[in-house]
């Protein structure tokens, strides 16, 4: 508890290029860069390989290189491939990272609509494409919402990792803290990061009451 | 008028489902295909809106093959209802209703007023439009699926068991109204089931098919019931073929004679039973002018004495059938099969099917 006072009382925490304010702001820039690449990436894919059905190998790959791949590592390897003084070397682990639980839950949320309703789609008279957006996509929401959730909280959980590579980011605490013995920064950091994370939860909890037709809603 | 030349159904697994059928679905008229399990009765309807391309030979739509026409294209233009409705779920009732109406670029309002008109059609309460499809029953849901086939105004409906996945009583109601529905709307109908009370209940003519694909038999209810093509169809066909079939003769023919004395009415002459020692006795009642010839033999066993008593349509007594009446009715149609009668079963009472479900 003293911990946390040390951290969150302390006014010189919360002021310039290494207070709260901005270590917070860097922490978000990350996670939103990476989280979007993935989005714009992932969504489309899922919706397309789970529309036609051409391409689940994908999937499978992609879902279980999400269990076995150490974004630590990966970092590592980026780093010594391409150097370190850019934003790549942290973007491109923390997207790889991302793509999976949205690629995975938008195929799974598509390929889960009941054939019947598929069916009922195609002999009203609707092509494939509206097929996908006006009926499959809007039954398959919830799931894909679940997928970038999840992804969004990795994301956010693991931007820390840019402060092994120098940059900013609540990471920084939890180093720079390491390195001083200063606990109460690693601690504050750390909670910080938790408070990210369920302020994403919340987010997408609303994201899904505005977005996901009650009917669907309902049903799951 | 849906024309089958020559079609056959081959899928790639080698299952031959439809085979070389040759048949004709008039205009205006419903047309029922009826067999058991697997005989492909799906695979036929699916054929004629291209949910599957035939293999060999032709179906034609009026006199243009379906092939040659954009599958899309020619699915907007035919209703088509499916077993399990198949309802958007992200959509509420009166938008899921306008779907053709709004594929095919009406403006909102007009489509939406339109799907309004035909969720009354179908005898749904207009307070339902704004529900989504899980708070409504599955008889409900069936009615919507029906008012979204109908929605554009197609001329041709397909309906691939519509009924079977609800109740005897619900049933029975949907079934009661698509006929009341069809004698407003005179479309052409192909209606797929496997229960052949509902294919002699609702089709003009019926199409009984055999497992393979092949075509059995193909004739009105009255003939099929009367002059089955052979031991298949007799098979399928059940049992009291003589009684069922009298539901297709009308009663008009019956011999009247006037009232008994014995015969208790009230000021306006209508029946209030039969006068006994006892008191009054109960009696049976048919309408000469809208009923069968089999309701005019069940009003004559509700009564004591066996004489039915013939009302007109406001039920005023305007004679009796004795039993030697109904015995000459009975063996004059036994030598000329009767006409179709057109109503008798078919009247809706509309409150009725209503209360049904809700
Ligand atoms: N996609 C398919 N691939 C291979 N065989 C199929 C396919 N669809 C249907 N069949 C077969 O074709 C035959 C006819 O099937 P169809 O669905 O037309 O029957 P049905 O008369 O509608 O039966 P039911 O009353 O059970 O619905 C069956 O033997 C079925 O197994
Ligand atoms: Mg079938």
């Given at each position: 508890m003293n911990w946390l006072i040390d951290f969150f009382g302390a006014?010189?925490?919360?002021?310039?290029?290494?207070?709260i304010p901005a270590r917070i702001l860097e922490h978000l820039e990350f996670s939103a860069a990476a989280f979007l690449i993935a989005a714009v990436i992932a969504v489309p894919l899922g919706l397309l390989i789970g529309h036609t059905?051409?391409?689940?190998l994908l999937i499978v790959v992609s879902a279980n290189a999400a269990r076995a791949l150490p974004t630590l590592g990966l970092l590592v390897l980026v780093v010594l491939l391409i150097?370190?003084?850019?934003?790549l070397p942290v973007l491109i682990p923390l997207v790889v990272l991302a793509i999976p639980p949205i690629l995975v839950n938008t195929y799974e949320g598509v390929r889960g609509v009941d054939a019947d309703l598929r069916d009922a789609a195609y002999g009203m008279g609707l092509r494939g494409g509206q097929v996908l957006f006006r009926v499959l996509t809007p039954s398959a929401l919830p799931l894909i919402l679940l997928g970038l959730r999840l992804s969004a909280i990795q994301v956010v959980s693991t931007a820390s990792v840019a402060a092994f590579v120098g940059l900013g980011g609540l990471g920084r605490f939890i180093i720079d803290g390491l390195a001083t013995k200063t606990y109460s920064d690693v601690i504050g950091g750390a909670v910080l990061i938790a408070l990210l994370a369920l302020a994403v939860q919340l987010a997408f909890t609303v994201l899904d009451r505005v977005v996901v037709s009650p009917g669907v809603r309902q049903v799951r | 008028m849906i024309t089958f030349e020559g079609v056959t159904k081959r899928y790639p697994?080698?299952?031959?489902?439809?085979?070389d059928l040759s048949l004709k679905a008039p205009t205006g008229a419903i047309t029922v295909f009826v067999?058991?399990?697997?005989?492909?009765k799906t695979t036929s309807l699916r054929m004629i809106n291209r949910m599957i391309d035939a293999t060999s030979g032709r179906i034609l739509l009026d006199d243009q093959?379906?092939?040659?026409?954009?599958p899309p294209t020619l699915r907007r233009g035919i209703g088509y209802v499916i077993q399990q409705a198949?309802?958007?779920?992200?959509?509420k009732i009166v938008d899921n209703v306008a779907t053709v109406p709004y594929l095919l670029g009406w403006d909102k309002k007009k489509a939406r007023a339109r799907a309004m008109e035909l969720l009354e059609l179908v005898g749904?309460?207009?307070?339902?439009?704004?529900?989504?499809?899980?708070?409504?029953s599955g008889g409900q849901q069936q009615r919507v699926g029906v008012a979204r086939a109908l929605a554009a105004d197609p001329p041709v409906l397909l309906m691939d068991e519509?009924?079977?996945?609800?109740d005897p009583i619900v049933r029975a109601s949907l079934q009661d109204e698509l006929l009341h529905l069809q004698s407003e709307l005179h479309k052409t109908i192909v209606f797929v089931t496997h229960d052949i009370d509902e294919a002699i209940k609702l089709g003009d003519t019926v199409a009984v098919l055999r497992v393979g694909g092949r075509l059995a038999q193909m004739a009105d209810p009255a003939t099929l019931l009367s002059e089955p093509a052979d031991d298949f169809v007799r098979e399928f066909l059940g049992k009291d073929r003589g009684i069922r079939r009298l539901?297709?003769?009308?009663?008009?023919?019956v011999r009247l004679g006037s009232a008994p004395t014995d015969l208790e009415v009230d000021e306006d002459t209508r029946p209030l039973g039969w006068r006994s020692n006892g008191g009054l006795l109960p009696y049976g009642t048919f309408n000469p002018?809208?009923?069968s010839l089999r309701a005019a033999l069940d009003a004559a066993l509700l009564s004591p004495n066996g004489t039915a008593i013939a009302v007109d349509g406001d039920g005023r007594v305007i004679g009796v059938a004795t039993r030697d009446a109904l015995d000459e009715a009975l063996t004059r149609q036994g030598t000329s099969p009767g006409e179709r009668v057109s109503e008798p079963d078919r009247e809706v009472p509309a409150s009725d099917t209503r209360r049904a479900e809700s």
């Open positions: 006014a010189a925490n919360w002021s310039g290029p290494d207070g059905g051409r391409g689940a150097g370190v003084g850019t934003v | 697994d080698g299952t031959v489902a439809v085979d067999g058991p399990s697997g005989c492909g093959d379906v092939r040659a026409i954009d198949g309802l958007f779920p992200h959509r749904l309460d207009s307070k339902l439009a704004g529900r989504y499809p899980f708070q409504l519509p009924f079977s996945a609800v539901s297709f003769v009308p009663a008009t023919g002018e809208r009923d």
